[in-house]
Nanobody
Framework: QVRLVESGGGSVQAGGSLRLSCAAS????????MAWFRQAPGKEREFVAA????????NYGDSVKGRFVISRDNTESSVYLQMYILKPEDTAVYYC??????????????????WGQGTQVTVSS
């Protein structure tokens, strides 16, 4: 069982930046595709960004392209989400996810078997 623990959430003003981190418990982390999703109150969970096992392939949701950057450090079994130019509509609980099915940067929730508990990001205008 893979355990994922997110950190780095918080409150920030519009235009600011935050960096989320996700630490994985498994030593075989470096074979997993990883992703970030988010869920705002009353909305469905939304794809944010994904990265392949080797960090070569990345994908981003349309609403965050050009503002967010996903990266990973397999030596630390960690994945990161650097968020720039934050907007109030970025306010959500952000979840880290790991795929045991593919090492690619999959964008669909169905590829991800393991999820963290989430970290709150609040952007004020």
């Amino acid at each position: 069982q893979v355990r994922l623990v997110e950190s780095g959430g918080g409150s920030v003003q519009a235009g600011g930046s935050l960096r989320l981190s996700c630490a994985a418990s498994e030593r075989i982390f470096d074979s997993y595709g990883m992703a970030w999703f988010r869920q705002a109150p009353g909305k469905e969970r939304e794809f944010v960004a994904a990265i392949s096992w080797d960090g070569v392939e990345t994908n981003y949701g349309d609403s965050v392209k050009g503002r967010f950057v996903i990266s990973r450090d397999n030596t630390e079994s960690s994945v990161y989400l650097q968020m720039y130019i934050l907007k109030p509509e970025d306010t959500a609980v952000y979840y880290c996810a790991a795929s045991a099915y593919t090492g690619t940067a999959a964008t669909s929730r169905g590829f991800y078997a393991y999820w963290g508990q989430g970290t709150q990001v609040t952007v004020s205008s």
